[in-house]
């Protein structure tokens, strides 16, 4: 009796091309700016669902038992894991901290002005920010568009600690209970205005320095959002394109120059913030690249999930960092599920 043959397609073959080209675009996004092909930072984009259908490709090969059409789904997987372990946390294990270290907690949270345009809830919501921090209180907080005026309650919600910005308004700060040595203002390339603020922080005789950042941000407007929501015309889709494209090429601008600035730093740099931008990019990818200060992301290490920190119409959006250094050590790493902005909190503690 002839043996029945397997048949040469499957349904899997439909799913991992697609999606294969999606994560490889993805992966290409790390590498090429956005300024020279602009479409590859949208597959940096849809990278978790793209690994997702991959997933789900490979469960079906396997199921139907083409090992020759396994060889090349398995090398592609040796290829992107720096890029998943970057999309899914949870990769590393912690050790306890030596008495002899010094230890360090730091969180870093966009605020989104303290919702003083009423956002959300007003006065509700800015009061149960503030009880969120003086329920949550570490070494070191950073804060991405915090209201100047609003700077003495949210030290005292703080125990008093020290917040230093670099101008009115609203704008990035760093409260600590630290000696702070010195500080200043970081400015992207052709603005005026401070993206981000420096400070280097002494405990028991060693200094470190804290970046705290925030990128360009997306650019989209309420009627952008609501062409998202149910459904992009052609017209529509044109102008998203042209508006996120010209997002992606700022921000690479901004990570060349902030990568130049921080390879500058004397100290062992942690560096945090709202980057606008997901963990498969070319801007992540730049801030991270080094020989004098390479940093590493503590979610990969220490993380849970995809670790989304946008809160918005696009879920599962990790634009939230903290980078470090080889001089720390990860301790733990902690996403928080409050929803008191576009953004969630994250916190990191370090042994140096």
């Not at 009796?1 to 091309?17: A, Q, S, V, Y």
């Not at 609003?150 to 609203?170: D, F, H, P, Q």
Request: hydrophobic share 40%; charged share 20%.
């Amino acid at each position: 009796m002839e043996k029945k043959r397997k048949p040469r397609f499957g349904i899997d073959t439909f799913i991992l091309g697609p999606a294969g080209a999606l994560i490889a675009g993805a992966k290409l996004s790390e590498l090429i700016s956005p300024d020279i092909v602009p479409f590859l930072a949208f597959c940096g984009l849809v990278f978790p669902a793209a690994l997702l259908m991959f997933a789900l490709g490979v469960v079906l090969r396997l199921i139907r038992r083409d090992w020759k059409g396994m060889i090349w789904p398995v090398l592609f997987m040796f290829w992107i894991q720096n890029s998943v372990i970057l999309t899914i946390g949870g990769w590393g294990t912690y050790s306890e901290v030596s008495a002899e270290s010094n230890e360090m907690s730091i969180g870093t949270f966009n605020v989104r002005r303290m919702d003083e345009y009423k956002w959300l809830e007003g006065d509700k919501t800015r009061d149960e920010i503030v009880s969120w921090l003086s329920e949550n209180k570490f070494d070191v907080m950073c804060f991405q568009e915090l209201p100047s005026s609003m700077r003495g309650k949210v030290s005292n919600a703080l125990g008093t600690k020290e917040i230093v910005t670099n101008k009115r308004g609203s704008g990035p700060a760093i409260a600590t209970s630290l000696h702070i040595a010195t500080y200043g203002p970081w400015f992207a390339p052709g603005e005026e205005i401070p993206r981000g603020v420096f400070a280097d922080l002494v405990q028991n005789g060693d200094t470190v320095r804290i970046f705290n950042v925030h990128l360009q941000s997306v650019g989209l407007e309420g009627d952008d959002y609501e062409a998202v929501r149910e459904g992009p015309d052609s017209e529509q889709r044109k102008r998203l394109f042209s508006t996120l494209s010209a997002a992606y090429v700022t921000r690479a601008s901004q990570a060349r120059a902030l990568r130049e600035e921080l390879d500058k730093s004397p100290y062992p740099v942690i560096l945090l913030g709202d980057f606008n931008d997901t963990p498969v990019s070319f801007a992540l990818s730049t801030l991270k690249a080094s020989e004098t200060w390479p940093l590493f992301d503590a979610f990969s290490k220490g993380g849970e999930g995809l670790g989304s920190t946008y809160v918005g119409d696009v879920s599962g959006l990790r634009i939230d960092y903290i980078l470090y250094s080889k001089r720390f050590e990860l301790h733990s790493f902690h996403t928080y599920p409050v929803e008191l902005s576009d953004h969630r909190p994250i916190s990191a503690v370090f042994s140096y």
